[in-house]
């Protein structure tokens, strides 16, 4: 069973940066695709973007390509989301997630373990 601890979220001005952190523990790693979906108040819980079981390809959601990015590191059981040129309307409650043996799905329903959410909130 792993446990996810998301951290990093805030308040930000719009074109700023923030890098949000996602702690694996329980688990091996790097068996697990990890992935980051957003949810804003009101509205669905939204892929942003996944990566592979053991690293490698990545994918994102259209509305943040270019300016999100993924990475994990397997060796620290880390995975993180590096997002620069923020936006008003990249202000939600961000999950870090993880599916076993996963392909980097943007379908919530393959993921397996959550964290509790970290918010990001980007003013205008």
């Known amino acids: 069973q792993v446990q996810l601890v998301e951290s990093g979220g805030g308040l930000v001005q719009a074109g700023g940066s923030l890098r949000l952190s996602c702690a694996a523990s329980?688990?091996?790693?790097?068996?697990?695709?990890m992935a980051w979906f957003r949810q804003a108040p009101g509205k669905e819980r939204d892929f942003v973007a996944a990566?592979?079981?053991?690293?490698?390809?990545?994918y994102y959601a259209d509305s943040v390509k270019g300016r999100f990015t993924i990475s994990r590191d397997n060796a620290k059981n880390t995975a993180a989301l590096q997002m620069n040129s923020l936006k008003p309307e990249d202000t939600a409650v961000y999950y870090c997630?993880?599916?076993?043996?996963?392909?980097?799905?943007?379908?919530?329903?393959?993921?397996?373990?959550w964290g509790q959410g970290t918010q990001v909130t980007v003013s205008s």
């Open positions: 329980g688990g091996t790693f790097s068996s697990y695709a």
């Open positions: 990566i592979r079981w053991g690293g490698g390809r990545t």
């Open positions: 997630a993880a599916d076993l043996y996963g392909l980097g799905s943007p379908a919530y329903e393959r993921y397996e373990h």
